[in-house]
């Protein structure tokens, strides 16, 4: 409520509802070759290819730069009626079922054959390339990962440590938790009240596989008791004398 930052030790988890939404990536031109490569089949099947991601915060979708995948897991090249999707192995089950849909398994390959292959954005012209990260887990969702460097602490350190540069990192999210007004589609709205906005968008553009509600612990200030976000800002300290 009144856009402070907080320290770890002012942070509270209390339980919230939010959205859980699976968000399809296409995969960019110019990629097929090399994933149907890594699968080992000859080709892909005519039609689009996806993976898939699974998030419990729509609101950083417009800030996404990348995906990631952890290089030791399986993922599977799966045929289905919307095209061909990549999901970890171990959750493919899972995944189909929430976007009710049946598949067949084309091909596996570990994470690390998939390391920058290019996908493009659900609803914003520029690609989302693949990043290798140990920090994806099998907990829950698709095994894939968007990553949002300005929005969470993982996000950030993958994608610096791919090479991003802190001006290359998206930040619309302004110091009151309000998209800045230049952001396409989003501009000016408060990122809780965007959120269904966000999925609208998503379904519109043809990327939203699943969408459902649920109660997670989540991060709250211990003031307020209101939820919180995390936000990556530009600091300085004065030195020491």
């Not at 070759?33 to 915060?57: D, Q, S, Y």
């Not at 791919?162 to 709205?189: K, R």
Request: glycine share 8%.
């Amino acid at each position: 409520d009144c856009g402070s930052a907080l320290a770890e030790a002012e942070v509270e988890y209390q339980d919230k509802k939010s959205p859980a939404i699976d968000v399809g990536f296409r995969l960019a031109d110019g990629e097929r070759e090399r994933v149907a490569h890594a699968f080992g089949i000859a080709a892909l099947p005519a039609g689009e290819c996806w993976t898939v991601i699974w998030t419990t915060t729509p609101w950083t979708i417009p800030s996404n730069q990348a995906l990631n995948m952890h290089p030791e897991f399986t993922y599977e090249l799966v045929k289905t009626a919307r095209g061909c999707i990549i999901l970890a192995a171990e959750l493919r089950g899972a995944a189909l079922q929430r976007f009710g849909l049946d598949g067949e398994v084309l091909g596996a390959c570990q994470g690390a054959a998939l390391a920058q292959v290019a996908f493009r954005h659900p609803f914003y012209d520029r690609a989302s390339p693949v990043y290798l990260g140990d920090y994806v887990t099998l907990d829950a969702g698709t095994g894939i990962v968007h990553s949002a460097p300005a929005y969470g602490l993982e996000d950030y350190d993958s994608c610096k440590k791919h090479g991003m540069h802190n001006d290359e990192i998206l930040t619309p999210v302004q110091g009151d938790g309000v998209f800045a007004a230049s952001l396409p589609f989003f501009g000016g709205m408060f990122v809780w009240k965007a959120n269904p906005v966000i999925i609208e968008k998503l379904a519109e553009v043809g990327a939203l596989f699943a969408s459902s509600e649920i109660t997670h612990s989540y991060m709250h200030c211990w003031r307020h008791k209101t939820p919180i976000i995390y936000r990556a800002t530009t600091q300085w300290f004065p030195p020491r004398r």
